[in-house]
């Protein structure tokens, strides 16, 4: 792939992200504010969001020479580097934390997950 396609798939996810935290963080946040009925939260969606937001702003910000940078190809076959798996678990960091906080946020109106 080459580093303009990379890059334009990065902003869309960097873009995407801010959608999916929109719909699926901000708007039952605002509706637990008011206290409205059915609040849920959806882990896949709230996990997806920061992996969205951090792999978007790096395959934006970096193109092929970052995707060189956090995996190998190899006869074939794509093995992550080290800086990829850091990445990963940034991403898994991100992502559990960041629907903890949210529902913990929630669970501050009242509501019980």
Not at 6 to 25: D, K
Not at 29 to 54: N, R, W
Not at 67 to 92: F, N, S
């Amino acid at each position: 792939m080459n580093d303009r396609k990379i890059r334009i798939i990065g902003v869309a996810l960097f873009f995407g992200s801010f959608a999916l935290a929109y719909f699926f963080a901000y708007l039952p946040l605002q509706a637990a504010k008011h206290h409205e009925d059915g609040i849920s939260l959806s882990l896949k969606v709230t996990f997806l969001s920061p992996v969205a937001f951090i792999f978007g702003a790096f395959a934006a910000a970096f193109g092929a020479r970052g995707r060189a940078w956090i995996q190998t190809e190899d006869a074939g076959t794509q093995k992550l580097r080290i800086a990829g798996w850091i990445l990963v678990a940034v991403c898994i960091a991100a992502g559990i934390g960041f629907h903890q906080w949210l529902k913990s946020a929630i669970s501050a109106y009242g509501y019980k997950f």
